[in-house]
C-alpha cells in the first residue's frame, strides 16, 4: 500500500490512484485523506488533454459510498471511458484532471417544453430519464453547447433516444450542482 503524509486534493487522490493502477499496484490515501472525503457523495473523474479535448469522463449520480472510495473508482474507470481507447501509462502525464461533487439531484418541475427551457440555468448538470434511458451533462457541457434547445437535443441522442425525446411529456428531467476542483496546471 502507497501513503502519503499531507491531505490530497481530489483531483491528487485520482492521480495517485491512476498510476498506481498504471503500475499494478494497490493504492489508499492516507487516515487524513479519509476523514477529509468521509461522508457519501457522488462524483464524477473528468481528464482531458493538455489541448482541452475531452479523454474521459465518468461518474456517479447518486452518493453510494465515501467520497474517496467514489473519486478513487471513478478515476480508474474513467482511464476506459469506452469512448476512448483505454489510458496509457505515458499519456497519463499529459492529462489533466478535474472532480466535480455532485449535489443530490432533484426534479425539475415544467408543464411545457417552452416552460422546461426557460428553467434551465447554466449551472445546471442535467439528468435526462426516459424509460430504462438516461443521460447526462456536467454543468461545463455548457461551455460547449450554449444554446438550451441543442443541449436537450444531444442530451436526448446520448441516452439512446431521439433528438425530441426531452419535449415527450414521459421524459422526466433532473438537474443538480458540482463544486469542480481542477487540477493546477504543470
Same mark, same amino acid.
Given at each position: ?6 491531505? /490530497? @486534493? ?9 498510476? !498506481?493502477?498504471?503500475?499494478? +499496484? =494497490? ?10 472525503? @468521509? +461522508? ?13 479535448? /475531452? ?11 465515501? /467520497?474517496?472510495? %467514489? ?16 489510458? +496509457? ?13 455532485? !449535489?443530490?439531484?432533484?426534479?425539475? %418541475?415544467? +408543464? ?22 438516461? @443521460?447526462?451533462? /456536467? ?16 442530451? @436526448? ?25 481542477? =487540477? !493546477?496546471?504543470?
Amino acid at each position: 500500500m502507497f501513503k502519503m503524509g499531507l491531505k /490530497l @486534493s481530489l483531483p491528487e487522490l485520482a492521480r495517485k490512484t491512476m498510476e !498506481s493502477k498504471l503500475e499494478n +499496484k =494497490e493504492f489508499e490515501p492516507n487516515d487524513i485523506t479519509k476523514e477529509k472525503y @468521509s +461522508k457519501n457523495k457522488a462524483s464524477f473523474v473528468t481528464l482531458s488533454t493538455r489541448q482541452g479535448k /475531452l479523454r474521459g469522463c465518468i461518474g456517479s449520480l447518486k452518493p453510494r459510498k465515501e /467520497l474517496w472510495k %467514489d473519486v478513487q473508482e471513478n478515476a480508474v474507470n474513467a482511464m476506459h471511458d469506452p469512448r476512448f481507447p483505454p489510458l +496509457k501509462k505515458k499519456e497519463l502525464e499529459n492529462v489533466r484532471i478535474e472532480v466535480s461533487v455532485l !449535489s443530490k439531484p432533484k426534479r425539475l %418541475d415544467y +408543464k411545457t417544453p417552452e416552460e422546461l427551457i426557460k428553467k434551465l440555468k447554466k449551472y445546471m448538470g442535467i439528468i435526462l430519464k426516459k424509460g430504462f434511458n438516461s @443521460s447526462t451533462f /456536467l454543468p461545463q457541457v455548457w461551455e460547449q453547447i450554449q444554446d438550451k434547445q441543442e443541449f436537450l437535443e444531444h442530451l @436526448s441522442i446520448k441516452a439512446g433516444l431521439d433528438k425530441n425525446a426531452w419535449k415527450d411529456e414521459e421524459t422526466e428531467i433532473w438537474y443538480y450542482t458540482v463544486m469542480k476542483e481542477k =487540477e !493546477s496546471k504543470k
